[in-house]
């Protein structure tokens, strides 16, 4: 069974810094669109930042600027650098893998942004 394994979540005060990281239990995800995604409390995931085998990028206008998504197919895996965080930032993130007809969920990881 493939699995995406998030780390990197904790609580931040807001202005700060956090680290996301995914890591692939397959290397066939190195020829998938990874990509990371966001649900608050009572709300619908939705798509933060996704990143191509490619390379090439795409974020969600609320986080472009703060946000950058990278990986290393060498290593399965896949980063969010989240600078200048928000308490609208809050929310459990999720790790994506998109690709061959299947798509991919992580188990989440929370990010909370408070003083």
């Known amino acids: 069974q493939a699995q995406l394994v998030e780390s990197g979540g904790g609580l931040v005060q807001p202005g700060g810094s956090l680290r996301l990281s995914c890591i692939a239990s397959r290397s066939i995800f190195r020829y998938y669109t990874m990509g990371w995604y966001r649900q608050a409390p009572g709300k619908q995931r939705k798509l933060v930042a996704t990143i191509t085998n490619g390379g090439a990028t795409n974020y969600v206008d609320s986080v472009k600027g703060r946000f950058t998504i990278s990986r290393d197919n060498a290593k399965n895996t896949v980063s969010l650098q989240m600078n200048s965080l928000k308490p609208e930032d809050t929310a459990v993130y999720y790790c994506?893998?998109?690709?061959?007809?299947?798509?991919?969920w992580g188990q989440g990881t929370q990010v909370t942004v408070s003083s």
């Open positions: 994506n893998a998109n690709g061959g007809g299947h798509i991919y």
